[in-house]
């Protein structure tokens, strides 16, 4: 059945897409992003000169994705630094401009850290703000290696899973290079499976309301070569009941304790979807996303978005009518409930497979067992 759903598209770009890098011109540093509000209708880049351009530009998910926030906020706090700005104030507006994807505060204190160890050590504002860069560009780098060793384990998880090979992979949001210092968390496993020649089909969720899979994950999937099929979110449903779907692999903002999990919303239907239809629901995550110090799902702050993400389609290139400059799909003045994230409890999560290992079944006492050992390591 899966082949009447064609190929939706075939591009041979490379597959790395800077999202992030930052710059030293003449006229002072800056941290030019790849602006994901345009994609993919544009390729623009968008080169934020201080941190409240950064804050700005994070709050619009012109960058976005939980490991790439962390990466954004550590390069933010160096650009702060290196421009001679209040690291301190820098920290906290960063740290702050989006509360669920824990990675961004952790990303944002390690670079304060740098900053205030090299400061108090040497007095010197300039060698502090270089040990700031030092440390972002430390965990740019690291989460491009932890992309590759996720790519590995949860490709050895899936065979081991799925022993037919010919995995038919439903994903939600968006999980590549463009959340990444490497090739991404969720993603990265179905590239390696491509790769491996054992992946049949990645289902790409369009992901409502700000499109992420269908502008996004499509746009990665389609530079890879890769047979994806973009579907409503609505329609996994059925997909599920048509037997098409051997595993869901998604990625998470913030994982508390108890292993429950912060993802994009939609995330937790497709958990109870995929408990009811047998098939496995993987979370693929750097151990940055883990929050020892949020003990419980309930605990997670699920960011809240304007309304007009729900009332309006931003369409680019349409007649711009909407307050938030996209167009209306509903009457003026109706209220919408658009909560960025949903929590799955870890009963419904096969695994967690992060850099260091997996963990099958997702307890707090394997979770804790697992960020423990990565610490000594
Ligand atoms: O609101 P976004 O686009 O930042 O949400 C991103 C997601 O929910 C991703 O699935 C999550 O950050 C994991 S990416 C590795």
Redesign the pocket.
Known sequence: MADQYAQSGEDNRPTEIPAIRWEEPPEGPVLVLLD?TRLPAEEVELVCTDAPALVEAIRS?AV??????GIAGAYGVALAAARGFDVDDAALALAGA?P??V?LAVGVRRAQAAYRAELAKSGDAGEAAVAALAAARALHREDAEASARMAERGLALLDELLPGGGHRILT????GSL??GGE????AVALAAQRAGRLRRLWVDETRP?L?GAR?TAYEAARTGMAYTLLTDNAAGSLFAAGEVDAVL????RIAADGSVA??VG?YPLAVLARYHHVPFIV???LT?VDPDTPDGASIEV?QRAGFEVTEVAVPQAPVTGAGGGVPVAPLGTQAYNP??DVTPPELVTAIVTEEGTVSPVTAEALAELCGRARQV
């Open positions: 994901q998910l976005r994705g939980a490991p790439l926030l989006r669920t994807a990675n939600h949001c968006n999980t959340v990444s991404g968390t969720a993603f700000l992420q996004l998604i990625g998470a903002d993802n994009k995330s693929v995550a750097p996303t960011e960025a994230f």
